[in-house]
């Protein structure tokens, strides 16, 4: 039989007892009550939660003891018609006009770590220079003083560079680069960065610091070698931009011309996690527990102000870095989080406005699906599921586990529609699978995102590993590569056994200056791919666009896709036969049905 129970913000945690009329207040209320009578489920168990925002001061922990038993679901659900919010952010409310002629407030937030501000349910700007969309291009480095230098017209002298962030672009990854001091020589500006990032930078093989001022007549390597300032006051000039000052303990911001702020929705996160969902052992797995209808919303990542950010690929970054391109990586927080978990479903729910990952499938995952959500306006990656690299071991040794239950097998990812991730780190993915075996990756919707649709795989390798049997298939992507390099729609590494890429529709109309992107793209040592039936739609210029990309790999099939650019770059041997290119492949009777078969399941493109 199943019982319902509520939890309300205008509910109470002491005197509450769940009902309808008398809700409790949190979450973790219901989820300490429902530990106690799970035992004797007999029917599924609902979680009702009113409209209304819930503000969390720490993060909600899920395990073992809070799943569903004898067979029946746990449910944290939605009540009909109604949105419950779960913020990781409180609101600011205190704000004084500090400089009239600039229109800059500020509000005493005292000792905070954030890297992130919300304001009327849009992102806003750290204080940045030049302002958002424009960037300078690197002058060039000084590698063996591990200097990068900048022109010095392109500057903007500093009282208080203490906490001042170059943000570098190169090829395919970001780069957070704390400032630590910079001096002036012959016109030109030279930067110091801290530690450790600043080891990690001139270490890294990939993607390289080119010798750029050598290159005087190779724009497309200047272009590749992109930066902007941010973090400190004097960026402080364009409406919906702020800085925190960490000395004084002040949040500075600047709205809209004759807006005003005492009407501002102004929230600052403090969370970077919102539900941690995580087993004790593979013993004990969670399981049964089912997420509808919430809105996650309002983190913050801070590991770049402390560390700097070394970015590697699909949302990963480097934690160490050795001679001999040997690389440990790590991995970003994400708003949900789920390690040794099975039969968890998240459903129809929205992620909005985070930090850093939406939803973050760790480790030994399966059989938990992913289905209808909605991913906008992230600071990294829609989804992230399987393991990459662990921070104690080289990016390039393949997963192959001792105990098989440490994998990510049979979870299925559909129906979710992701739109403007990758909005702080930008060598970020809608989707993002790493060491994956089984997947199921349908039906999804992609829209403008500065890397990579789809990316699936890592260790850059031929040898077997624990990535297999993994399907892509009616997804829609449109505008990928729309600030990065070297990425694609759809995106693959290493030997994956039986995998099958087909029925996908990968479209975008502009592309990254100076490189260029390819769709589908079978980058280092993928093998083993089935590649058919898949519609690309790109320009036909000049730059480096191809429908397609093999690198290195071994052994597959790529037949009967359509395009209307037939430029393609194979590097081995693979099968490729029987594909179709015209100018107008929409008038293909065989396009038109993968065309009305992708994407979210009941809508049409």
């Known amino acids: ?319 160490k870095v050795f001679e001999g391109n040997i690389v440990y990586g790590g991995r970003p927080k994400a708003a949900v989080y789920i390690k040794g978990a099975k039969n968890i479903k998240f459903e129809e729910n929205s992620f909005e406005l985070l930090g850093s990952t939406g939803l973050d499938l760790h480790r030994g995952t399966k059989n938990n699906i992913v289905k209808g959500n909605v991913f906008k306006d992230l600071g990294g990656n829609g989804i992230t599921i399987g393991i990459f690299s662990e921070e104690w071991e080289n990016i390039s040794v393949p997963f192959n586990p001792k105990d098989l239950r440490d994998r990510s097998i049979n979870d299925e990812i559909s129906n979710n529609y992701i739109e403007k991730i990758g909005q702080d780190n930008f060598g970020t993915c809608a989707i993002s699978a790493g060491y994956v075996t089984n997947i199921k990756i349908v039906h999804n919707e992609m829209y403008d995102l500065p890397y990579t649709g789809i990316s699936i795989g890592w260790g850059w390798t031929k040898e077997k590993s624990v990535m297999e049997n993994n399907y892509i298939a009616y997804n829609k992507i449109i505008d990928f590569c729309k600030l990065m390099y070297d990425g694609g729609g759809i995106y693959t590494l290493s030997n994956q056994g039986n995998s099958v890429i087909e029925n996908n529709y990968c479209k975008t109309s502009s592309c990254a200056k100076g490189y260029g992107y390819r769709t589908i793209y079978l980058d280092e040592n993928s093998s083993n791919f089935t590649v058919q039936n898949n519609v690309v739609d790109i320009p036909n210029t000049n730059e480096s666009i191809e429908w397609f990309y093999a690198n290195n790999g071994a052994e597959g099939v790529v037949s009967n896709n359509f395009s209307n650019n037939s430029t393609q770059h194979i590097q081995y041997e693979i099968e490729c036969k029987d594909n179709n290119f015209t100018d107008n492949v929409y008038l293909l009777d065989r396009v038109k049905n993968v065309l009305n078969n992708v994407g979210i399941e009941g809508q049409k493109v």
């Not at 990781?88 to 704000?95: S, T």
């Not at 957070?176 to 001091?181: T, W």
């Not at 931009?241 to 009407?263: A, G, M, Q, V």
């Open 1 to 319: 039989m199943e019982k319902v129970f509520y939890v309300s913000t205008f509910g109470n945690d002491e005197y509450g007892d769940g009902s309808y009329g008398n809700p409790w207040a949190t979450i973790n209320k219901a989820k300490s009550y429902i530990r106690e009578i799970s035992d004797a489920m007999t029917g599924d168990i609902d979680i009702c939660i009113k409209g209304g925002t819930y503000y969390l001061d720490k993060t909600i922990e899920f395990d073992e003891r809070d799943s569903g038993k004898n067979g029946f679901n746990i449910k944290y659900c939605s009540c009909e018609n109604e949105t419950p919010v779960i913020s990781g952010g409180q609101k600011i409310i205190d704000w004084t006009l500090y400089n009239s002629q600039k229109n800059i407030y500020r509000a005493f937030v005292g000792e905070k770590s954030f890297r992130q501000l919300y304001i009327n349910g849009k992102r806003g700007i750290m204080a940045r220079y030049p302002k958002r969309g424009a960037f300078f291009k690197v002058f060039d480095y000084d590698k063996m003083k591990q200097e990068i230098i900048l022109d010095i017209s392109e500057f903007r002298n500093l009282q208080n560079s203490v906490d001042t962030e170059m943000v570098l672009l190169t090829e395919w990854a970001e780069n957070y680069l704390r400032i630590e001091s910079y001096y002036i020589k012959d016109h030109k500006v030279h930067i110091i960065i801290k530690q450790p990032e600043r080891d990690m930078l001139f270490k890294r093989a990939f993607p390289r610091l080119y010798d750029i001022a050598s290159m005087e007549n190779e724009d497309w390597i200047k272009d590749k070698q992109e930066y902007y300032l941010e973090n400190a006051y004097e960026f402080l000039e364009d409406e919906n931009e702020w800085y925190y000052d960490k000395n004084s303990k002040y949040l500075y911001f600047k709205p809209s011309e004759n807006e005003d702020i005492t009407r501002l929705d102004i929230i600052m996160p403090n969370l970077e996690t919102l539900f941690k969902i995580e087993a004790s052992s593979y013993e004990n797995m969670v399981k049964s527990i089912v997420f509808s209808g919430l809105k996650f919303a309002h983190t913050t990542w801070n590991y770049p102000s402390y560390n700097g950010y070394i970015g590697l690929q699909a949302g990963m970054y480097a934690v």
